[in-house]
């Protein structure tokens, strides 16, 4: 384990924006086209998706297991496990809408959090931020409640078994992947 | 490790699309809004994201060397480390796509390419989809090239700089941190 952290590349020099057109407004998300000024003095159209933050929680059981849930999404039709995940409501902090999702989409609630890194999903195109934790010590406090447009179950996962829906590259869902990948070499290391 | 991989879930129905309303069409992105069935009986409207696939590529060089460009993200406004990746243009294979980024971004080429798993950046409201490559035995082939809206810069990391990066959470582009989080994976496992 290597305790070498290179620096962060030397920061350019913003793109100013001269102007913005706004596209689409809605809850769930927005669309907005920047007329930027680039370095080399040209100047280009770029769009920006907005959606507000989102959590990814990876829930850890007193045992040691991990729970997941199977979760069906309309824009690809398929069902696949997932972390616990939603959006943070507007005035809500990211911890709370982590607490929420989790007692809502899993029915369990944690005994403490501890923060992962988090991430932009898409920052080719989306400020959209998702912001991770690990819940640990989790019990059940109920059944799952989905909203009206989701349908999931739950399952509790050994370290094995989500090392091995890992390697075999069944996480489809970015959040999932990568906060399970974070976990697992958080909790590999001595200490 | 273990080779225990559980099933995916029971296949949910899939939600019936009644209509569809086109809100935005554009080469860098479409919106739509979906009036979906769900499996309550209730309708509701569904928006989804229209982006096309993307490519992202781990560059190892023959000396074990991971290749990171430094780029500047116009919609948080950071210069921060990526792995290559981009767009698969209209017709281009994935495998094409990831060549010319490599090329492109990192000025390099590679001796072979194996496939890392895929993954849904943003499921919950878009079917955009990553296919991911290590391109293994990268030679410097000349500069990087970058577009007029590209400022980027490309330097080499040691595998523990890359541990060491990952670790502390510096990756926040969600497709570097878990092209090079599935990379540290495999090349760790014996054979």
């Given at each position: ?55 990814a929680v990876v829930p850890v059981l007193e ?114 992947a990568l906060c399970l990948a974070y976990w ?8």
């Open positions: 384990m290597g305790a070498e952290v290179p620096e962060e590349p030397a920061a350019f020099a913003p793109f100013p924006c001269l102007s913005t057109l706004r596209i689409y407004d809605s809850r769930w998300c927005g669309l907005r086209r920047d007329l930027l000024r680039l370095h080399t003095g040209r100047e280009q159209e770029h769009h920006v998706i907005e959606i507000s933050d989102a959590v045992d040691g297991r991990v729970a997941l849930i199977g979760q069906y999404r309309y824009v690809h039709g398929k069902t696949h496990w997932e972390v616990p995940a939603g959006r943070v409501s507007p005035g809500e902090s990211a911890r709370d809408a982590a607490v929420r999702e989790l007692r809502e989409e899993a029915g369990l609630r944690a005994a403490s959090w501890n923060p992962l890194p988090g991430f932009y999903p898409i920052n080719g195109i989306s400020p959209h931020f998702a912001h991770a934790f690990v819940a640990e010590g989790c019990s059940v406090a109920g059944e799952p409640e989905p909203e009206d447009s989701e349908q999931l179950v739950r399952r509790f996962f050994t370290r094995a078994e989500i090392e091995g829906l890992l390697d075999a590259g069944r996480f489809a869902d970015a959040f999932t697992l070499r958080r909790t590999a290391r001595p200490g």
